[in-house]
């Protein structure tokens, strides 16, 4: 279970929830732009500090903790793969800073590449993939940190329609093997269906209760409306 009760203000940022979220369990993340989609995400990883409140995950005040001690894996759209390194160093990134890796280390990373579906490209350069292989080599990175809170800031936006299809089976079959809690931003109605249950809906400087994602997205009379109808 995690639980949300916070608020922050500062400077421009406004954003405040109080909120529960079931563990094993996929949420989309859905609103306005400018809501504060991006922050909330921030806010739990610990890149933004809260005002005041708490964030508690398995009866853990983790609020106060740094990014790397929140058993929390954030992945962007970008996909922050190094562009000079290979594929197979930029996933070592995610379990040593050593330059010479372990067996065991190297059993981890092969497992994690099997996982998303790209062994066989270790020796390539970030430029030398496809948009969905850099995409699985970011997923395969984060996997390997082995949180089991997984945020997702609209990391496949830019992929094609068949790509995109593909990385939301592959983020549902990857959830469900390892029991994550995923939170994933989308700006698209038709992903939320695809992957989530529930959907919380951020407008009006609010992170709100999480809703049915069937009533969240109904385009005529859900929460959304204003901003369904204007896609």
Same mark, same amino acid.
């Given at each position: ?89 930029? %996933?070592? $990134?995610? /379990? =040593?800073?050593? +330059? ?6 190297? *059993? ?72 994550? %809690?995923? $939170?994933? /931003? =989308?700006?698209? +109605? ?6 989530? *249950? ?34």
């Amino acid at each position: 279970m995690l639980e949300l009760n916070f608020s922050l203000v500062k400077n421009y940022l406004r954003l405040s929830a109080d909120i529960s979220l079931e563990s094993e369990r996929i949420y989309a993340v859905v609103g306005p732009s400018g809501a504060g989609k991006s922050t909330f995400l921030n806010i739990l990883s610990g890149f933004t500090e809260i005002s005041n409140g708490s964030i508690v995950w398995n009866r853990r005040e983790i609020s106060g903790l740094p990014p790397s001690k929140r058993n929390i894996s954030i992945l962007f759209q970008d996909n922050n793969l190094f562009p000079h390194l290979t594929v197979w160093r930029n %996933l070592a $990134l995610a /379990v =040593t800073q050593r +330059p010479k890796i372990s067996n065991d280390d190297r *059993s981890q990373l092969r497992s994690a590449m099997s996982e998303v579906g790209i062994l066989g490209l270790e020796n390539r350069k970030p430029s030398q993939l496809s948009g969905g292989q850099q995409s699985r080599a970011a997923l395969a990175r984060v996997l390997l940190q082995k949180n089991t809170i997984l945020l997702l800031d609209e990391p496949f936006a830019a992929l094609g329609p068949s790509l995109k299809d593909q990385m939301l089976e592959l983020i549902k079959k990857i959830a469900k093997n390892r029991k994550l %809690l995923v $939170l994933m /931003v =989308t700006h698209d +109605p038709a992903d939320a269906k695809k992957i989530a *249950s529930h959907t919380i809906v951020v407008k009006e400087n609010t992170v709100h209760v999480p809703m049915d994602t069937k009533e969240a997205l109904e385009p005529t009379k859900g929460p959304l409306a204003d901003y369904l109808g204007n896609n």
